[in-house]
């Protein structure tokens, strides 16, 4: 059983930072990427963005040059650090991982999700 445990979401104003992480728990070979989408309200799930297992990064244009994602393997680990925050970042923030499992078939697993608020 597969589990991704985020943390680190909350309310802030604008311009400030919040970092979220997420850690991968269970049976699996390995991880293929890991990232971030969210989802604001009335809207569909978008990427914000991933990293892959040897630190290659992709991130939405929206979020580009204010948010980094890093990663820590060992740990299984990913995080988010978002800067500069605007109110149209407010969102659901959900943790996805593409891992490869014991059998070498790759699945998706998602994480609970955490609620990032930005205030004006």
């Known amino acids: 059983q597969v589990q991704l445990v985020e943390s680190g979401g909350g309310l802030v104003q604008a311009g400030g930072s919040l970092r979220l992480s997420c850690t991968a728990s269970g049976i699996f070979f390995s991880i293929n990427t890991m990232g971030w989408y969210r989802q604001a309200p009335g809207k569909t799930r978008e990427l914000v963005g991933t990293i892959t297992s040897v630190g290659s990064t992709n991130y939405a244009d929206s979020v580009k040059d204010r948010f980094t994602i890093s990663g820590d393997n060992a740990k299984n680990t990913v995080y988010l650090e978002m800067n500069s925050l605007k109110p149209d970042d407010t969102a659901v923030y959900y943790c996805?991982?593409?891992?490869?499992?014991?059998?070498?078939?790759?699945?998706?697993?998602w994480g609970q999700g955490t609620q990032v608020t930005v205030s004006s």
């Open positions: 996805n991982a593409n891992l490869e499992m014991l059998s070498r078939w790759s699945n998706d697993y």
